[in-house]
Nanobody, 119 residues
């Protein structure tokens, strides 16, 4: 089992910045991918960005150039720096941990942190 603890959500004005952090603990299997998803009421949860233990990254088109994901493999943490925030970035953001290449690969979620961007 892996436990994920998120921090850093809040209220910010459009154009502002926020930094989300997530710490994983428990049975950490590598290789893995850590990332952030977001969800608004009535819509499916969507990938914002993820980063593999190798360092490769993926970003949603809507956040490219504005958000940056990073991780510390030694501390099992992942961070999402969000700049130039827009009202449409308002959502609950969930930290995700996914094992890679394991026969019964596990996937784990944090409880979510709310990001609200006011116009």
């Amino acid at each position: 089992q892996v436990q994920l603890v998120e921090s850093g959500g809040g209220l910010v004005q459009a154009g502002g910045s926020l930094r989300l952090s997530c710490a994983a603990s428990g049975s950490i299997y590598s290789p893995n991918a850590m990332g952030w998803y977001r969800q608004v009421p009535g819509k499916q949860r969507e990938l914002v960005a993820n980063i593999y233990s190798s360092g490769s990254t993926n970003y949603a088109d809507s956040v490219k150039g504005r958000f940056r994901i990073s991780r510390d493999n030694a501390k099992n943490t992942v961070a999402l720096q969000m700049n130039s925030l827009k009202p449409e970035d308002t959502a609950v953001y969930y930290c995700n941990f996914r094992e890679i290449g394991r026969k019964y690969a596990g996937e784990y979620w944090g409880t979510g942190t709310l990001v609200t961007v006011s116009s």
